[in-house]
């Protein structure tokens, strides 16, 4: 899972707009697909969660690229998404793998992993730093290509390997490290043979997690602080090396035209432009000004209001920048306003309901979004693992265990937010809001809402971004109506990362973008074990045994068909505990880009990776006049 859309959390991955028990017993699912595969010690060049690659050992490259895509040019933008400690607003170490600072997108470019991934293929990674891997039950063992190198010309070695992992475990991000807790260890076997041993009893995605973590240099990191801030240029193995940067200003990654994997199948089309630029603005507007001046020459739109009214500028009317949409195919996730339950206060499920009856989507999407998008009802929306009607058999034999521990609706139709009349105060919808309230013990005095404690009841929206303000503000004026003081706070980027971490706020907008493949990374976000975690993604503070047991259903099945009904069984339990005040998604990409770029003719389903498979189209930019080149 990560966030994007604005907002990323880390994972396998975890996002911001940019993841035990059943009852009182341990269910511990054995891994399955990857090691039902066999023990036998065949080599293979690829993995997957249930064994299916679409690309045979002979592949020369993906489907998605262009082989013969030409090399140079800049690509200087915002990023779309993000992940663990990085964000998009600013920047303060160039460290993106440890809770402590704030770190600059595609720090990615830097590090060469064991595999990556195919983004046409729900799950499959495919040999990069490893040449291949044999799997014998719980120990993979991966066969490092002799080739490779770090930038500073020193071979990658399996102890750089073994090395990397244990720390990771021991002192990265929580998203890494709480993730591969099930890495029991990993031991270098000579130079060119990492041994990796992984519990028994573990998530099924666990080897293609290890497998597409980054790869440190020890002989750089084996005497430093991991754990601590640093702008000391690490060295990676990866095609891009950091170049020129200013904190919290913009920072570039240049392209290592000497790089060791330049020419593998997987490598092949990708990494094309000279320089990767990532600019950082405090403002989306003065970040869209940018753009229409021609510093910035791509830009993903997230904001409705803008694509419906602010592209009007001359480069866009004479053919300098064009407008496109993309399809998403991928499961949209959970986008949302997520309620911090720990707070006593937003404690009562009736109480987080009535936030949700609140909200007025049907009038936000018309007044304010200009009907662009359509309302997230699910989890996994825009997806088969989304819940629907009432639960069928495989579902209910899930379920049926907890009966006693569950509200009736998880057995018939899954929660969903009301459609209003649109009219911005619907007074219906408010009238069962405060019929929750008061069951609650929240009364309603003179023009306060007191908590059951007597103290009036208030909540705060936590947000880094001035552009929600005007979504929060017609939510707080109903909210007013219900007698509850809410207020929109908007704080810096590094305050707000801090107090996210601390989980000191009421409210928070989160986007939680799905793999099509759940693994490990859903624990992080709804686990009860993250719930107590400093910095991880479980915003809402979800601690139930249930939802735990269904975790490990979805993260433990043998099969796409058992993942499917485990998805939408835990979704049904998800939607039924409140945890947030569900907003919004479009299933497409909406960009404009100055005309200097050129794209693969195929956009993999599973991801849109403009950094890494388009290119600078010479002629094209020749065409332009020099402020937009």
Known sequence: MKASGGRRAGGNGVSRRTVLKVGAGALALPALGLTALGAEADVRHGLSVFGDLKYPPDFKAFDYVDAAAPKGGKLAYTPSDWAFNQNALTFNTLNGYVLKGDAPPRLELVFDSLMT????EPDAVYGLLA???????????????????????TPVGAGDVAFTLMLLKDKGHPSISQTIRGLVSAEANGPGEVVVT???????????????LPVFSRAYWQDRDFGASTLERPPGSGPYRIGDFDPGKFIEYVRDAEYWGRELPVNRGHYNFDVVRVEFYRDRDVAFEAFKKGVLKFREEFSSKTWATGYDFPALSDGR??????????????????????REKLADPRVREALILAFDFEWSNAKLFFGLYKRTRSFFENSEMMAEGPPSPQELALLEPFRDRLPAEVFSEPFTPPVS?????????????H???????FRFVGAKRLTPSGEPFEIEFLEDSKQFERIVLPYVRNLGWLGIGASFRLVDPAQYQLRLKDFDFDLTTRRYSMSSTPGEGIRLSWGSAA???VGSDNLSGIADPVVDALIDRVIGAASRAELTVAARALDRV??????????????SHTVAAWDVFGWPATKPRYGFPVETTWWYDADHATRLPEAGR
């Not at 920048?321 to 997520?338: C, E, N, W």
């Not at 009349?421 to 809001?433: N, P």
């Not at 998800?574 to 569900?582: K, T």
């Open 117 to 120: 991934r195919a983004l046409d």
């Open 131 to 153: 040449e291949g891997v044999t799997v014998a039950g719980d120990v993979y063992r991966f066969r490092l290509r002799p080739e490779a190198r770090f930038h500073d010309g």
């Open 198 to 212: 992984l519990a028994s009893e573990r998530s099924r995605d666990l080897a293609l997690i290890v497998a597409g």
């Open 321 to 342: 920048v064009r407008r496109m949409t993309f399809p998403d195919d991928r499961p949209s996730g959970a986008q949302g306003f997520f309620i911090n339950t720990r």
């Open 421 to 433: 009349d649109g009219s911005g105060k619907d007074r219906k919808l408010l009238a069962r809001a």
């Open 435 to 441: 019929t929750l309230l008061e069951e609650a013990g």
């Open 531 to 533: 719930a107590a975690t």
């Open 574 to 587: 998800l939607r039924a505990g409140r945890y947030w005040v569900p907003q919004w998604y479009k299933a």
